[in-house]
T-cell receptor
């Protein structure tokens, strides 16, 4: 079956712009979560959605937002980009907490 | 919040050697997974193992939940095993977010 699909794979943006990243989960998975990976901070939780509702949010500024659609696809948006937002953004999907999480290939965002 | 510590942070092996990676966590967990991050950044799920022992080819994992640790064993290592190995846990009764350790960077030389 198809895995978790993230688009785009690579992105270069200018400071101050905004960006939208997309994640399509494995068919049947209703939980979608997002993580940011940087060399300094490691892997950090951004937010988690289940059935179009944000259930949990990590410790990130309000410039980071997301949503989930009725087909479980999710998008995350970062407004007013800063140099420090350069990172690998990973999306994961799951049936729920008692099941494993499967990650996509990630979107590598570079802010210049 | 829960703390996840992995050791060693770096490991260099010759091809064919065996290794053990350790993950300690500070609280009870519902879910524990081991991942291998490939050079392109993707996290490949190795094991979902909140407790007990599992094996998959040359890899096996054991989680002793009561003592709050998990071990990942790699036998007869190959150069393709190189990369970073992460342990991640999901806390009980709390938010459904994976908390990751800092990883073990494994380098297998030919």
């Amino acid at each position: 079956k198809a895995g978790v699909t993230q688009t785009p794979r690579y992105l270069i943006k200018t400071r101050g712009q905004q960006v939208t990243l997309s994640c399509s989960p494995i068919s049947g998975h209703r939980s979608v979560s997002w993580y940011q990976q940087t060399p300094g901070q490691g892997l950090q939780f951004l937010f988690e959605y289940f059935s179009e509702t944000q259930r949990n949010k990590g410790n990130f500024p309000g410039r980071f937002s997301g949503r989930q659609f009725s087909n479980s696809r999710s998008e995350m948006n970062v407004s007013t980009l800063e140099l420090g937002d350069s990172a690998l953004y990973l999306c994961a999907s799951s049936f729920g907490p008692n099941y494993g999480y499967t990650f996509g290939s990630g979107t590598r965002l570079t802010v210049v | 919040g829960i703390q996840v510590e992995q050791s060693p942070p770096d490991l260099i092996l010759q091809e064919g050697a065996n290794s053990t990676l350790r993950c300690n966590f500070s609280d009870s967990v519902n879910n524990l997974q081991w991942f291998h991050q490939n050079p392109w950044g993707q996290l490949i799920n190795l094991f979902y193992i909140p407790s007990g022992t599992k094996q998959n080819g040359r890899l096996s994992a054991t989680t002793v939940a009561t003592e709050r640790y998990s071990l990942l064993y790699i036998s007869s290592s190959q150069t393709t095993d190189s990369g970073v190995y992460f342990c991640a846990v999901l806390t009980q009764g709390g938010s459904e977010k994976l908390v990751f350790g800092k990883g073990t960077k494994l380098t297998v030389n030919p």
